[in-house]
């Protein structure tokens, strides 16, 4: 059987063919396209009918190579839903998290809900771009007009099939599900006045979604398709398609965004949970990802685009070697670096501002996030450690930062742990193994992982000489 994984990240999107040969997965990516967040009269959003005529596109590749039946599922990011009115038809673009209009709402909700309370209710982490932000800030007359409310990848399964689901590892996400009873929180719809009604039902991965209704795009020469709900929140197939095995392992899905945690049976909403602001979002097979959101490649691709030279990653990488490492102590996590007008500038300032060295050139200034990523994962282990009472001796790090070296051995260096690299693609992979399972086609979950470290190679980082603690001290004693 052939399977397609359309896996969608804030600046890019792919669809991946799969197929298992000789008990191996074999994957290749058939298209690729930009995504990206576009400003139009002072409000961020994102193109979404672009997003689904990349899909159809690719879809076209797919039977092009002789692939005239598939499986599809579709994961992105996260938070951001689309609104439909009562003929199913969008009422507004897609506001993306990265606008401005909630910076300053986790204030005016935690007035009207304590923020302990929202808290103990969800298990979620306070982002100030979650959903029950967002829609807290929404126009009002727009959502009276509201019939639907859907997340991305839902929308986009919805324009394939005609079927609206809301699946459940991205719900979680919203901040509005009660992580007890496993439903909506009806205090919480209350406080922002929207109804059960306006969300479709929610849906665990691995159920049909539908057959994709071929006739509602002639102009597009496509294959046969069955729709599946994977794990629709790409962080949800990331861990899915990360190669850990036994008890004693966290991950690191890295790319725009670092996701640091590890996978675990039963919610931790405890009052070390909530300080250091960890979250309990829904995984795949009733499984809960307890992880920290951490800024993430962000970083590094924002400088990227406001140099004059146009620089490769790998080239920064290649540039940072050439420079000492850990001399800034930055926490990229403060809201200042979400969504600089210059991110350079505002690195730059905040070490003048706090009496450090200054980084300069593109090796420096890749060094300094670097080094800070290294540490930022390296405290947010050890705050997992203490939370949970779980050793972790080993990291997996999935997705593009993979592909990192220097930031990985870092990583092993400050916290002391091994870290195995790979796959790039975990969440391609998840995504095509939560097809494959729902297709009966492996066994499970621990199946699926087996197959993944037998199918992909891993690099190795082992920890080397570096005092990882002295480091954290120092770190700690600049930025707290």
Not at 57 to 70: A, D, F, R, T, Y
Request: with cysteine.
């Amino acid at each position: 059987m052939t399977y397609v994984a359309v896996d969608i990240g804030a600046s890019s999107g792919r669809l991946v063919l799969g197929e298992v040969e000789n008990d191996k997965l074999k994957t290749k990516i058939v298209h690729r396209f930009a995504n990206g967040i576009t400003e139009k009269n002072g409000v961020c959003y994102w193109d979404i009918d672009h997003l689904l005529t990349e899909i159809l596109k690719g879809l076209e590749v797919v039977k092009s190579l002789g692939h005239n039946s598939c499986t599809v599922g579709i994961d992105t990011w996260a938070v951001d839903y689309v609104l439909l009115d009562e003929q199913g038809n969008r009422l507004q673009e897609v506001i993306a998290y990265r606008d401005q209009r909630t910076q300053h709402t986790i204030e005016k909700v935690t007035k009207q809900l304590s923020k302990e309370k929202l808290y103990e209710k969800t298990g979620i982490q306070f982002l100030n771009f979650n959903t029950i932000y967002q829609l807290f800030e929404e126009d009002k007359e727009i959502l009276s007009k509201t019939k639907q409310i859907l997340m991305v990848p839902d929308y986009l399964g919805y324009c394939l099939t005609g079927n609206a689901v809301m699946e459940e590892t991205n719900a979680s996400t919203t901040q509005l599900l009660n992580i007890h009873n496993r439903t909506f929180d009806e205090e919480l719809l209350n406080l922002l006045s929207i109804k059960r009604e306006q969300f479709p039902p929610l849906c665990e991965p691995g159920v049909m979604l539908g057959k994709l209704k071929k006739a509602d795009f002639p102009a597009y020469d496509l294959p046969d398709c069955n729709v599946i709900t994977v794990a629709s929140h790409d962080t949800a197939s990331a861990v899915l398609g990360t190669p850990g095995s036994g008890d004693n392992w966290a991950f690191l899905s890295s790319g725009t965004w670092s996701l640091i945690g590890m996978e675990i049976v039963k919610p931790v909403v405890n009052r070390l949970a909530y300080q250091n602001n960890y979250t309990n979002e829904w995984g795949a097979f009733k499984t809960v990802r307890f992880l920290k959101n951490i800024i993430g490649m962000w970083l590094i691709q924002e400088v990227r685009r406001l140099l004059p030279k146009d620089y490769s990653f790998p080239q920064f990488v290649d540039e940072a070697k050439k420079v000492a490492h850990f001399q800034q102590f930055i926490n990229f996590n403060d809201d200042r670096f979400l969504n600089p007008n210059n991110m350079i500038a505002e690195i730059q300032h905040y070490c003048q501002t706090t009496n450090q060295v200054v980084p300069e050139t593109p090796g420096e200034l890749a060094s300094c996030i670097y080094s800070n990523l290294a540490i930022i994962y390296a405290i947010a282990l050890y705050d997992l450690e203490g939370i949970t009472g779980v050793k972790m001796d080993r990291l997996h790090v999935v997705g593009g930062g993979a592909h990192n070296e220097l930031l990985n051995q870092l990583t092993a260096d400050v916290s002391g742990r091994v870290v195995y690299a790979g796959p790039t693609e975990a969440t391609a992979i998840g995504n095509l193994a939560m097809q494959m399972i729902a297709a009966k086609d492996i066994d499970g979950l621990e199946s699926a992982r087996e197959m993944i470290r037998n199918s992909f190679e891993m690099k190795e980082y082992r920890p080397q000489k570096v005092n990882g603690l002295e480091i954290i001290q120092q770190f700690k004693e600049v930025v707290c």
